[in-house]
T-cell receptor
Framework: DAGVIQSPRHEVTEMGQEVTLRCKPI?????LFWYRQTMMRGLELLIY????????DSGMPEDRFSAKMPNASFSTLKIQPSEPRDSAVYFC?????????????FGPGTRLTVL | QKEVEQNSGPLSVPEGAIASLNCTYS??????FFWYRQYSGKSPELIMF????GDKEDGRFTAQLNKASQYVSLLIRDSQPSDSATYLC????????????FGSGTRLLVRP
C-alpha cells in the first residue's frame, strides 16, 4: 500500500486566492482526519470523517475553511479566500476501524504559504 | 491551560544515554495515550501507545503511564543520533476515542 497520499506537497499562493488540498487515504480505512501544524499552535485537528460523513468539524477555524469527502478514496480541504495566517503544514491521516489501538497514519503533508 | 503539555526542549543527551520525555494531560477521562516521532520536515509516525497504568516496553522504548497523576512518559534507552527528532504526545478525549489531542512536542537532540 502506498500510504496516505496528499497533493500538492507545496503550495504558494497569494492572499485572497482559493486553495484546495487533496488527500487519498489508505485503502480500507474508514476514518479520515485533517490536521494543521504551525510553530505557534502545534498540531491541531481540524475535522474528521467516518465513512465519508463529517463527524466533528469543531476544529475548523473559520467559514473560509471547508472539507468534503465525496467517496472513500478522496477528500479535499478548501480555503477560500486564503490569508497569510493560513500558512502552515496541512496533514491528512487515516485510520481503519479494525485497528485495535487507534493508530492514525499520516500523509506527507502539504506545506501552504500564503503571501 | 493546554490540554496536553510537554516541555518544548531541546532535550540534549549524549549518545548511549537514556532520554526521558514527559507529558501531562488535563482530561481525566482520557483512555489512550500515544507517542509520535516527527523528523524535521516529515510527518508524525507512531512509535508507542499505552492504555494501562504502568510500563510498556518495545525495544529501546518504554512508555510509562500514571492516570492518577495524569502523566505519561517515554524513555529511550541507548539513545542514538538517529533518535534526534521532535516527540509528540497525543491523548484521546473522553467523549471521543477517535480524536487525538497533541502536545506541542519535545525536541530531542542526541549528541554523538
Amino acid at each position: 500500500d502506498a500510504g496516505v497520499i496528499q497533493s500538492p506537497r507545496h503550495e504558494v499562493t497569494e492572499m485572497g486566492q482559493e486553495v484546495t488540498l487533496r488527500c487519498k487515504p489508505i485503502s480500507g480505512h474508514d476514518y479520515l482526519f485533517w490536521y494543521r501544524q504551525t510553530m505557534m499552535r502545534g498540531l491541531e485537528l481540524l475535522i474528521y470523517f467516518n465513512n465519508n460523513v463529517p463527524i466533528d468539524d469543531s476544529g475548523m477555524p473559520e467559514d473560509r475553511f471547508s472539507a468534503k469527502m465525496p467517496n472513500a478514496s478522496f477528500s479535499t480541504l478548501k480555503i477560500q479566500p486564503s490569508e497569510p495566517r493560513d500558512s502552515a503544514v496541512y496533514f491528512c491521516a487515516s485510520r481503519g476501524d479494525g485497528n485495535s489501538y487507534n493508530e492514525q497514519f499520516f500523509g506527507p503533508g502539504t506545506r501552504l504559504t500564503v503571501l | 491551560q493546554k490540554e496536553v503539555e510537554q516541555n518544548s526542549g531541546p532535550l540534549s543527551v549524549p549518545e548511549g544515554a537514556i532520554a526521558s520525555l514527559n507529558c501531562t494531560y488535563s482530561d481525566r477521562g482520557s483512555q489512550s495515550f500515544f507517542w509520535y516521532r516527527q523528523y524535521s520536515g516529515k510527518s508524525p509516525e507512531l512509535i508507542m501507545f499505552i492504555y494501562s497504568n504502568g510500563d510498556k516496553e518495545d525495544g529501546r522504548f518504554t512508555a510509562q503511564l500514571n492516570k492518577a497523576s495524569q502523566y505519561v512518559s517515554l524513555l529511550i534507552r541507548d539513545s542514538q543520533p538517529s533518535d534526534s527528532a521532535t516527540y509528540l504526545c497525543a491523548v484521546t478525549q473522553m467523549d471521543s476515542s477517535y480524536k487525538l489531542i497533541f502536545g506541542s512536542g519535545t525536541r530531542l537532540l542526541v549528541r554523538p
